[in-house]
């Protein structure tokens, strides 16, 4: 079982940047393959960018160049740093855990509301 708590998000000028949090409970974090996701107002959730237990990293093409994914395993803590923000960037964004096999058991956290202004 793993518990995944967000923080970082917030009210930001266009252009400006962010770096939101995701604290992991659980004891088997290193192997975890890691997500962020985010959900505009009528949309549905998508994926943002995503880290394997190898560190290896993959993104959508709209964040390419301007947001950054990381984790700290010694502290359970996956980052996703967000630079260049864009008003079409507003939306809910939430962390996924995914353990091995990396089938289709997923951990998803509260999210956290970011909301970029023109």
């Known amino acids: 079982q793993v518990q995944l708590v967000e923080s970082g998000g917030g009210v930001v000028q266009y252009g400006g940047s962010l770096r939101l949090s995701c604290a992991a409970y659980?004891?088997?974090?290193?192997?975890?393959?890691m997500q962020w996701y985010r959900q505009a107002p009528g949309k549905e959730r998508e994926g943002v960018a995503a880290?394997?237990?190898?560190?290896?990293?993959n993104y959508a093409d709209f964040v390419k160049g301007r947001f950054t994914i990381s984790r700290d395993n010694a502290n359970y803590i996956l980052y996703l740093q967000m630079n260049g923000l864009k008003p079409e960037n507003t939306a809910v964004y939430y962390c996924n855990a995914r353990p091995p096999p990396y089938l289709t058991t997923d951990y998803w956290g509260q999210g956290t509301q970011v909301t970029v202004s023109s």
């Open positions: 880290i394997s237990a190898g560190q290896s990293t």
């Open positions: 659980g004891n088997m974090f290193s192997t975890l393959l």
